[in-house]
Structures are given as C-alpha cells and as structure tokens.
C-alpha cells in the first residue's frame, strides 16, 4: 500500500492526471534511446539523542550541501534553507533538550550564519558523506540513544515517543521507524511515491538481516558504540550495513511503523536519476561485503517489457502512467551504471 504524508499527516494519495501534465516526449525520446541501446549493448541526518524517561533529547542533525558557494547569493539562499530546515524541527523542540546541525557542506557553509535560537551548527567538513557527519554528530553526545533523520525528511511533533511506544526490549539495539513519501507537484516526485522510493519495508525483507534506512532510525548508543557506527568512508549503502553489523554482534532490530515521518523527494528527473546511480553504487559495495545480499539489478526484462507497457498507456491516454514506465527505463539504466560502474567512495572535504 502507498501511503502519503504531509507534515506526518497520512491521508489519500493525490490525484494522478490522466492528461499530459507536460513533459511527456521529453521523457519517452531519451527512455526509447536507452532501451533500444540498452537491449542491444547489455544493459544519494539528522541524529537525535534520546533519554526514555528523562525528557532530556539531543537533537543532531546532518545537513548536506546541495547549495555550494559559487553562486553569488549562495550564502543568502543557505541561510534561508537552513532557516527553513530548521522550521520543520519545531515540532519536535519540546522533546529535545538542545538542538545541533551537523554541516557536512564541503566548506561548512552553515557554520558562519546565525542560526535560529536552540539550535547550535557544527561543521563536519573533512569526509563529503552523510555517514561520516551522522558520526560526528552522535560523537558530540553520550545519549543512550540516538534518531537519524535525513535532511530532507518532515519529522511531525510526538515522533520521539512514538518510537518508545512499547518500550524497546533490553537486547534491542535499533529500531526501524516507518517512511512514506510528502506529496509533490512534480512528475519527479509523483513517481518517486508511486514506487515507494525510500520506504524502510523493502529493506525490512532483504539482505541476511531486516534493515532500517537513516531517513528514520533510532539506535541504542551502546549497539552503535559496539560496532563503530557507520562506515564514513562511503557515499551510500552504509545504513544497511551498519544494521546488518548490529545485528550480527547479537543486537535485535524492531520495526516502529507508528514513528512515521514524510519523505520530500526530488523535483527533477535528472536528481532522481543521480540519486540512482549513486544508491546502486551502494548496493554494489554492500554486495561485496555481504556476498549476495544484493545482487546486480534485472537487465532484460524492464528494457524490453517497459516500451510496450509505456505504450498501452499511452494509447489509453493515461499519459502519466505511459511516463512513469518510461522513467523506470531510465532510472533502471542508471542503476546498472551506477552498480557496475560508480564510485561509492566519499571524498575528501575542505577539512579532510
């Protein structure tokens, strides 16, 4: 089932348009292109520190740098990005003791503008990775538990007590918080719903252990200490390693699908296509590490099958569905890329 989120609000998914919202022969010329190419060649944090009982909570959150400082008013556009960032973690200010923003911009950008009142700015410059600035910022606190949270995540007020709601079981070291997709106005961001991008009930079933995602995971201190926490040397993957890790040292994991919170995903084709490559390349590194936990992407069948069932669509006029089995060319393309051919090395900051 699809659920969609508003500000941690579920309710109906949106409407989908039959007519062609535009775009349309954008996006099925370079799909045909690839499929054809295809079938001939072979063919992307927040950590919060919770004290059940106390209502004492450190909130930690890694904040990435898709703005860089090139652009003449990069600085004022941060500053109003961060502002508004930090507007979504209003509503968990009263379960949170402080609030630090763990900067991980490859200049640490952050750092330097004011910030609103309760939240403190780190800066974690010396890695380009979100592992490596989540590490940083639960090493900035000795919390007996710790709540990722991705950046581009809505976490809605009582989220932190949800997650306690039972209490946790002694030998529990992580707990899986449920994602659903915000909803969008874009094609981009309509598809990425529509296929349930980020949500953690896939990973829940595959690889030799259930997994949650960083975009929503609450880990016991002691689990993380014990194994290191994540590996900051990769740009992706690392959370279901880290998961798999926990578990193997004898660590349970239990799944919280009442802590739920909404995802935002990409406005544009060409990030969701990115975020492709760069998640496959994770897949990839994580394969090697645990042989066979996540084999390569299917080849034949989405570049074949995909044009003729665009097709039907089209000829029925639902122009969307027609284009969202055109991305899936697309997209699948990029991930056979990214698995066979992509760097999941993090690369050294400004700090590194």
Known sequence: MEAYASEGTLGPPPST????????WETLLPSIAIAVIAAAVFVCAYAVGVTPGEGSYLLLIPFGAVLAARHPIAASLLLFVLLGFSGTLV???????????????REGAATGLPAPEGIDVIAATAIQGSYYARDEGAAATGSPWLL??????????????RYFEPAPGEGTGLLAGAVRAAPGDSRAARYAASRTHIDERFHL???????????????RRAA????????????????????????????KLEHRPAAELAHRHPDEITRLLSKARRHA????????????????????RPFLRGPLVAAWWALRGDRERAAFKLIDIRLQAASLLGYHRGDNRAQPGAGG
């Open 17 to 24: 348009p039959s007519g062609d919202p535009g775009g349309f």
């Open 91 to 105: 509503a968990l200010l009263p379960e949170a003791a402080s609030v630090t923003l763990v900067d991980n911009s």
């Open 148 to 161: 990722f949270v991705d950046s581009d995540c809505l976490p809605p007020a009582g989220l932190i007590g």
């Open 205 to 219: 079933e595959t690889g030799p252990y259930p997994s949650g995602v960083t975009a929503n995971l609450l880990v």
């Open 224 to 251: 993380f200490d014990e194994v290191g926490g994540f590996d900051a040397s990769v740009r992706s993957g690392g959370d279901l390693d880290f998961c798999w890790r926990v578990q193997r040292a004898g660590w």
């Open 281 to 300: 390349a994770g897949r990839a590194w994580v394969n090697r590490l645990w042989p066979g936990a996540l084999p390569r992407p299917p080849i034949a």
